[in-house]
């Protein structure tokens, strides 16, 4: 029954959603790293509000490393927990130079021994700046898996073995950018009607 359900959630999002953008506005790993890095508990249209005026100034990890954290704090100030966030993208910067030849790692366990970053964050670099299959669980891609019964859980990471199991590696990068978009259009946490989604009013009907 869960491949059923993650058959009819795949068709959907081809359709709906078929070559979803990357949200997040960057130009390259490390400025998509900082935005993922930013957007934790902050919209994704916030981030790319204050992300112009920080990439003026600090656009590589040697910039960013440099510039003194009250100036970096206040540039980042409105996406909220300006002051862990600022901490976090300094010593971020620093060990890349320090440890990495100030590049972005492409490896999800060396990119989350760096300050601040977990493993969505690492999942989505990985993924959308390197091209590599991976799925970061969001709160997004975390609630519509457990309301469209693809997991029975509500940690992240086995949300995220779940998804594995049931989709084609090849579509990873993909499957998660279309989670997101469809979440947010038609499957929000807050003001939910089945009939306006087209998903959960076809999952409903399997049940029944």
Same mark, same amino acid.
């Given at each position: 029954m869960r491949k059923k359900r993650a058959s009819i959630v795949r068709k959907h999002l081809e359709n709906l959603f078929p070559d979803p953008p990357i949200p997040l506005n960057h130009t390259d790993p490390f400025t998509l790293l900082v935005a993922v890095a930013l957007s934790a508990q902050c919209t994704d249209e916030r981030v790319n509000l204050i992300t112009p005026k920080l990439f003026q100034v600090a656009s590589t990890p040697a910039k960013m490393a440099d510039l003194p954290e009250d100036q970096l704090k206040s540039l980042i100030q409105t996406c909220g927990l300006a002051n862990t966030k600022a901490k976090n993208l300094k010593k971020m910067a620093q060990m890349l130079l320090d440890d990495f030849d100030g590049q972005v790692p492409p490896s999800i366990e060396k990119m989350k021994k760096? /300050?601040?970053? *977990?493993q969505k964050t690492a999942s989505v670099v990985l993924a959308q700046a390197f091209g590599k299959p991976a799925i970061g669980v969001d709160t997004h891609i975390l609630r519509c898996s457990k309301r469209w019964g693809l997991t029975a859980h509500t940690d992240p990471s086995r949300v995220e073995e779940d998804l594995k199991k049931l989709y084609p590696k090849s579509i990873w990068r993909q499957i998660h950018l279309q989670m997101i978009y469809y979440a947010r259009?038609?499957? /929000?946490?807050? *003001?939910?009607?089945?009939?306006?989604?087209?998903?959960?009013?076809?999952?409903?009907?399997?049940?029944?």
């Open positions: 760096l /300050p601040g970053v *977990g259009t038609y499957c /929000p946490a807050r *003001g939910h009607h089945t009939e306006n989604c087209p998903i959960c009013t076809e999952l409903d009907l399997l049940v029944n």
